[in-house]
């Protein structure tokens, strides 16, 4: 199985400031025949299931705003948002897709200091 | 717009199978290229995918899970189901379904709001 690290465990940042969330998989998840990078981002926001934000590591998803962003490649890869706002409070998890079975990472969760 | 929407008991009694239904609306299950999946989120923890569904009835298990999972779909519902066999409180968690984007090998961009499922006698 791929294992996905996520890190830091918790963050805490003020308001219009930038958050970082960091993800390591255990092997890489770019797929060589097509050059994509299976790796997602979702958002689960208390009591609500998660939504997808990021697919192939830096697609944003219909609707996500623009201050949300991902980045990396083969192991390594950020969820960053640029000017943290009160809705973005939650709990973040990245996921590969690359191989069966599909793995999501332990989750960050993202509070206002 | 597409719709997910799990059902089942909220409260099963260990040994016992575990059975979920997720009903699909605002499209069909058959019509598309996707596959349809679950996942788990035990309490306070993180989510762990469990198997997934293509219409033509083809399958992928976790195999933490294969052992005690069956998972089928109905058509002519447009629904696809889980059943987790022997459950003990492990199995204790919020049961999501999802579709896939595409094939299997894609994000989850669609997911049910979640059903509780507590294993305990």
């Known amino acids: 199985d791929i294992v996905m690290t996520q890190s830091p465990d918790s963050l805490a940042v003020s308001l219009g400031e930038r958050a970082t969330i960091n993800c390591k998989s255990s092997?890489?998840?770019?797929?060589?025949?097509?050059?994509?990078?299976?790796l997602a981002w979702y958002q689960q926001r208390p009591g609500q299931p998660p939504k997808l934000l990021i697919y192939?590591?830096?697609t944003r998803e219909s609707g996500v705003p623009d201050r949300i962003s991902g980045s990396g490649s083969g192991t390594d890869f950020t969820l960053s948002i640029s000017s943290l706002q009160a809705e973005d409070v939650a709990v973040y998890y990245c996921q590969q897709y690359y191989s069966t079975p599909a793995t999501f990472g332990q989750g960050t969760k993202l509070e206002i200091k | 717009q597409l719709q997910l929407q799990e059902s089942g008991p909220g409260l099963v009694r260990p040994s016992e199978t575990l059975s979920l239904t997720c009903t699909v609306s605002g499209g069909s299950i058959s019509s598309s290229s996707y596959y349809w999946g679950w996942i788990r989120q035990p309490p306070g923890k993180g989510l762990e995918w469990i198997g997934s569904i293509y219409y033509t009835r083809t399958t992928y298990y976790n195999p933490s899970l294969k052992s005690r999972l069956t998972i089928s779909v109905d058509t002519s519902k447009n629904q696809f189901s889980l059943k987790l066999s022997s459950v003990t409180a492990a199995d204790t968690a919020v049961y999501y379904c999802?579709?896939?984007?595409?094939?299997?090998?894609?994000?989850?961009?669609?997911w049910g709001k979640g059903t509780t499922v507590t294993v305990s006698s």
């Open positions: 192939w590591a830096s």
């Open positions: 092997q890489s998840v770019l797929y060589s025949s097509d050059n994509k990078n299976y």
């Open positions: 999802a579709r896939h984007n595409g094939g299997f090998y894609s994000y989850m961009a669609v």
